[in-house]
C-alpha cells in the first residue's frame, strides 16, 4: 500500500481528513459534520491523480480509528463510507443509529 499520511482539521461541530502522499501536491478529503453525539461522514474526495492508491480506505480507517478512541458514532451518509461499513461488519457498533 502507498504511504499515506493523514491529517486533522477542524473544529468540535465539523472538519475534515486530509491524506498526503509524499511528492504529491493533491490530497484526499473526508468532511464530517456533528449530528449529536455522531460525526456525519459526508463526503469522501481523492483527486483522480492520487486516486487507485488507497487513499479513501485510509480516510475512512483515521475516522475509524476515532471514533474507537474518541467515543463517538458514525452516519455514513457517504455513499463511500456507507460501502466500507457493508464490508466492515466488525464497525458495526460505530454506526449511529436514527
Same mark, same amino acid.
Given at each position: 500500500?502507498?504511504?499515506? *499520511?493523514? *491529517? !486533522?482539521?477542524?473544529? #468540535?461541530?465539523?472538519? +475534515?481528513?486530509? @491524506?498526503?502522499?509524499?511528492?504529491?501536491?493533491?490530497?484526499?478529503?473526508?468532511?464530517?459534520?456533528? !449530528? $449529536? *453525539?455522531? &460525526? #456525519?461522514?459526508?463526503?469522501? /474526495? %481523492?483527486?483522480?491523480?492520487? $486516486?487507485? &492508491?488507497?487513499?479513501?480506505?485510509? /480516510?475512512? +480507517?483515521?475516522?475509524?480509528e476515532?471514533?474507537? *478512541?474518541? $467515543?463517538?458514532?458514525?452516519?455514513? %451518509?457517504?455513499?463511500? %463510507?456507507? @460501502? /466500507?461499513?457493508r !464490508?466492515?461488519? +466488525?464497525?458495526?457498533?460505530? !454506526? #449511529?443509529?436514527?
Amino acid at each position: 500500500m502507498t504511504e499515506v *499520511t493523514i *491529517t !486533522r482539521h477542524g473544529t #468540535a461541530d465539523a472538519g +475534515e481528513y486530509h @491524506a498526503h502522499l509524499p511528492g504529491e501536491r493533491a490530497i484526499g478529503r473526508l468532511t464530517w459534520v456533528r !449530528r $449529536g *453525539t455522531a &460525526r #456525519a461522514a459526508e463526503h469522501t /474526495l %481523492v483527486p483522480t491523480e492520487i $486516486g487507485g &492508491r488507497g487513499v479513501a480506505a485510509r /480516510l475512512v +480507517e483515521a475516522l475509524i480509528e476515532d471514533a474507537r *478512541t474518541q $467515543g463517538f458514532t458514525i452516519d455514513p %451518509v457517504c455513499s463511500y %463510507v456507507e @460501502a /466500507l461499513f457493508r !464490508r466492515h461488519p +466488525e464497525w458495526a457498533d460505530l !454506526r #449511529a443509529q436514527p
